[in-house]
């Protein structure tokens, strides 16, 4: 969708308004960016098109062979692992007359268009094109499948449509995950929830606790303590009581993810679930909630202005046994229905046309302010031109 001239002159004047304000100056956003249609098409444009996005976990293609197929704002991407082990991802579309060439997930040695059959290797060269005949200035070297940028981050795959996106930085709080060794957890519970609002309301929602003692008052109070640091695509939060045991509180209040002394704030295990946990929001799209010996990761999928799909992965040390896991995933699912009432509800305020013209806390919404500071600035660049992965072949 193209946006009508008077509509980009507004959006103008709005960005140029928020460009660089200091928190205890951050407003909510216009109540039309959760509903209209055509604000949507600019976010899909400028956000999900030019970041670096989650699409799944690198669980879901780790043999040679695994493909995963998905779509990003609208944009058919194929995941696939080559022979060699490393992870691509290309358009899912094949170079003959655009099909697509997998769909779902699979394993396959090589990739067979289903539609006239042209044949691609893992590594997206194309392999064969029977009955192709002899068009003028064809060979087979001429028509590799479109490469898209694909890296991972805390098990999650993200890829860039924009060529010229800088590589994907997790910034000075990516390494505050690594103490969690996600690594080692295994996968045992996937959800998947469609949520009846805008990306961005969830997306606020997971990155401040403000809500935290209202809408899950069973969740235990000390929660509500919630330190947080943003840097770079990152929100970083934790429970208070989130605290190496031979460490002081001075030192709790001094020690942060990616410092010295972080690293042991993950060695305190908790009897329940809930009473410790770090909280990652990776712009646009991804979050990871990790306590000690569980993590779960979060992907919002945008559907449409008003919808969104919510997949969940959830994942276990082998110290947890069956009991301990159902309890995890019971509490989790309590807080997030929680959430996704709350959510809906919020959308439906949008849905009316009506914007709250609120503040956010500066206490408990710095999370807030910062996400809305990364949109504003991705919303701040052009759209990628349309048509420009055709431009890179010279056939
Ligand atoms: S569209 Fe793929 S072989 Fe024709
Ligand atoms: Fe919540």
């Known amino acids: 969708m193209r946006t009508d001239p008077l509509a980009r002159s507004d959006l103008a004047r ?111 060269s194309l392999a064969r094109a029977g009955g192709v005949g002899a068009p003028e200035g064809f060979d087979t070297g001429c028509c590799d499948l479109f490469e898209v940028r694909v890296t991972t981050f805390a098990r999650s795959i993200l890829v860039n449509l924009d060529p010229e996106a800088p590589d994907f930085d997790p910034g000075p709080l990516g390494p505050g995950i690594d103490p969690y060794d996600l690594a080692r957890l295994e996968v045992v519970i996937r959800d998947r929830y469609e949520c009846a609002c805008n990306w961005k309301v969830l997306l606020e929602n997971y990155s401040e606790n403000y809500h935290t003692p209202f809408v899950h008052s069973q969740l235990p109070a000390a929660g509500y303590e919630y330190p947080m640091r943003e840097a770079g695509p990152i929100v970083f939060a934790w429970d208070r009581p989130l605290q190496p045991r031979d460490v002081s509180e001075e030192a709790l209040a001094t020690s942060a993810p990616g410092e010295p002394g ?100 500066t206490e408990h919404e710095r999370g807030v302010a910062y996400v809305h500071r990364l949109l504003v600035d991705a919303l701040s660049r052009d759209e990628l031109p349309r048509g420009g992965d055709a431009s890179q072949t010279s056939f």
């Open 14 to 124: 709005e960005l140029a308004s928020r460009a660089d304000i200091p928190p205890e100056r951050a407003r909510t956003l216009p109540g039309h960016w959760y509903a209209s249609a055509e604000h949507h098409a600019i976010e899909m444009d400028r956000v999900f098109r030019r970041s670096w996005i989650g699409v799944g976990l690198d669980d879901d293609v780790r043999p040679s062979g695994s493909y995963l197929s998905t779509t990003v704002a609208g944009v058919p991407v194929l995941v696939v692992r080559d022979e060699q082990g490393t992870l691509r991802a290309f358009l899912n579309a094949c170079r003959h007359r655009g099909a697509p060439l997998a769909d779902g997930h699979g394993n396959a040695r090589a990739l067979q268009c289903p539609y006239h059959a042209w044949v691609y290797r893992l590594d997206g």
């Open 262 to 361: 972080w690293e042991r704030v993950a060695e305190r295990s908790a009897p329940e679930s809930f009473t410790n946990g770090a909280y990652v929001t990776l712009f646009p799209n991804t979050m990871i909630s990790m306590f000690a010996g569980y993590a779960a990761t979060m992907r919002l999928t945008p559907t449409s202005p008003t919808t969104t799909l919510v997949e969940r992965e959830h994942m276990w040390g082998h110290e947890h046994d069956e009991r301990r896991r159902r309890a995890d995933h019971a509490a989790t699912r309590l807080v997030v229905d929680q959430d996704l009432a709350i959510c809906a509800a919020v959308q439906r305020t949008y849905d009316g046309g009506i914007s709250a013209h609120g503040v956010l806390s």
